[in-house]
């Protein structure tokens, strides 16, 4: 193995927990507070609002229903809009995060689903305020699913960004398309699958100790 | 302290109304311990949730310490929550909090500082005797002791007034005495009123001052718990007196019970004893007058109030003559008595 190659698996590899991380923060920054609210809003929760639950709920399911690759091309004018540019790294972060949002609402709003109905009931009881029950009692109690919804996002940004670089993203998706199945090079090709599955594997070790360090019931 | 006017609710379910509660009106006065007793699906949970509004009834009045709870607004709805203590069937407590936090909670709820959380919370676990579990979660925890958690839990804003929604059903008989003596002991102590919701005529007849008894939606009955068990009017309020006695034929009894008299069997007497009964020494009497022996297979007698009541089984024994009227003696004392066979 070339020092050249080690250098562009090295970048690529960097490129793509960039692209995996700072996406799923991002995805969460939007798709945290519009699944605790799927939540919320629904009948019999304590701020059933019908109407607005069922256009989140449209909302959410159209953008789960557009392929990520088509996306990524769809947004390109908003890319453009927002970052600059609609190629390399930062670029594909827009996409990412957006198309990571409503996948990690449904994680979320899942995860608050299985709580037991009474933990609510006796916050209302002693007297909490909505903000209170979603910050006090629903988050920390829905943590170590929570921590679980996180692990299974960051694995699919990972497959996620490596489409991406199909189209010029960056990451290791973009050397293994381009050295790999364009330049038809075996062992890059090969390197890309094995840094990808470890990168894997340690996200999903991470989140498993985390969840279970987090979870005392 | 705690009154309900007229209060309905009714439920949409689909396409038809269910209605919950018809009509119910209670007053629990200061100090007092109420309970009502019902079979599941009578609509006492509903009843327990409307009181701290955590189900709006449809229509009726709620007041709690003098204040019409259903004309308050959320935020101030929140705050007069903190006077109303509840504890549930199944714990509720926070799995992701210690002991010592979930007791905490209802105190950060509040906003009082730290430094007063602390001595406030140890204090309440001192009093649940629970001061050396301070810092293990729920999950390690006994039943009876996640109930005392979630008793010091809700006393730690000093309710005036403690709801309890089937408080020991999920709770075995011995930690359910200690858990009503807990109750009892906070109701004496701190004079708070407690309303409670049961389906066991045990948490009555121990705890109660005042019984009232649910049954689809309506209460059919109410008074003072000795009333109650001294006469009560309705079949369902019988049953449910008559279930908390258990009354057994041992197995011996069992294999040589017979139908019919022979001529030189002894007839097993079951004798029933309620408020209407005779507070008079009548077996002795009868005994006397009537030149018969008893022999008590087995008796279970209790006190509710003022009521001495209870089941008992006799074999009788003596003048064979005199049986019928020594069993007629006893019905004239309001002792309900039958003969269930012969040994």
New interface residues.
């Given amino acids: 193995m070339s020092d050249s190659l080690i250098d562009l698996l090295l970048k690529g590899t960097w490129e793509t927990i960039v692209m995996t991380f700072v996406s799923g923060f991002f995805g969460f920054l939007l798709g945290l507070p519009t699944g605790i609210l799927l939540f919320l809003t629904r009948k019999n929760q304590i701020l059933e609002q019908p109407v607005l639950n069922r256009i989140l709920s449209v909302l959410v399911n159209v953008f789960r229903s557009i392929p990520f690759i088509i996306l990524i091309v769809w947004m390109i004018p908003f890319t453009r809009a927002l970052v600059g540019t609609s190629i390399g790294v930062s670029a594909a972060l827009v996409p990412l995060s957006i198309g990571a949002a409503p996948f990690i609402a449904r994680l979320v709003e899942n995860s608050l689903l299985s709580l037991?109905s009474?933990?609510i009931?006796?916050?209302?009881?002693?007297?909490?305020?909505p903000f209170?029950i979603v910050y006090?009692?629903l988050l920390?109690?829905a943590?170590p699913s929570l921590i679980n919804a996180a692990s299974i996002t960051l694995i699919t940004l990972v497959g996620y960004s490596a489409m991406g670089g199909a189209v010029g993203a960056g990451g290791l998706g973009q050397v293994g398309y381009q050295y790999g199945y364009i330049g038809y090079d075996a062992v890059t090709m090969n390197s890309v699958l094995g840094l990808l599955v470890v990168l894997v594997f340690l996200i999903q070790f991470a989140g498993d100790k985390l969840s279970k360090r987090?979870d005392?019931? | 302290m705690i009154e309900l006017k007229n209060v309905t609710k009714t439920f949409h379910q689909k396409d038809r109304i269910v209605t919950a509660l018809s009509d119910v009106s209670l007053r629990v006065p200061q100090g007092k311990v109420f309970g009502v007793i019902g079979t599941s699906g009578a609509g006492k949970s509903t009843l327990i949730r409307c009181v701290n509004l955590l189900e709006r009834p449809t229509s009726g009045e709620i007041i709690v310490d003098g204040k019409a709870l259903m004309q308050l607004s959320n935020a101030e709805l929140a705050i007069e929550r903190r006077q109303i203590g509840m504890i549930f069937q199944h714990f509720n407590l926070l799995s992701s909090r210690t002991v010592f936090e979930n007791v905490a909670f209802p105190l950060e709820l509040a906003g009082t500082p730290k430094a007063e959380i602390k001595t406030r919370v140890l204090e309440l676990l001192q009093l649940v005797g629970l001061a050396e579990k301070a810092n293990d979660y729920p999950a390690s925890l006994s039943g009876g002791q996640k109930q005392r958690v979630a008793i010091a839990r809700t006393l730690a804003n000093n309710p005036k007034v403690l709801l309890c929604d089937e408080a020991t059903s999920a709770l075995d008989p011995a930690t359910t005495r200690s858990i009503l003596n807990l109750l009892k002991d906070i109701n004496k102590r701190l004079n708070i009123t407690v309303l409670l919701i049961t389906h066991q005529m045990e948490v009555v007849k121990s705890i109660c001052d005042e019984v009232a008894v649910i049954s689809h939606g309506k209460l059919i009955e109410q008074g003072s718990v000795g009333d109650i068990f001294a006469d009560p009017k309705q079949e369902l309020t019988r049953e449910f007196i008559s279930s908390s006695l258990h009354i057994e034929i041992p197995s011996v009894y069992q294999e040589r019970l017979q139908n019919n008299d022979n001529g030189n069997l002894n007839p097993l007497l079951k004798l029933e004893m309620t408020g209407k009964s005779v507070n008079e020494p009548v077996i002795s009497e009868v005994s006397r007058l009537f030149d018969t022996d008893f022999k008590i297979v087995s008796a279970q007698m209790d006190q509710a109030g003022e009521v001495n009541f209870g089941v008992m089984l006799i074999e009788l024994s003596g003048k064979r003559e005199n049986y019928d009227a020594a069993i007629q003696y006893f019905n004239s004392k309001h002792i309900k008595t039958e003969i269930i066979g012969y040994v």
């Fill in positions: 037991p009474g933990l009931e006796a916050a209302r009881a002693l007297g909490a305020t209170q006090k009692v920390p109690e943590l987090f005392h019931r």
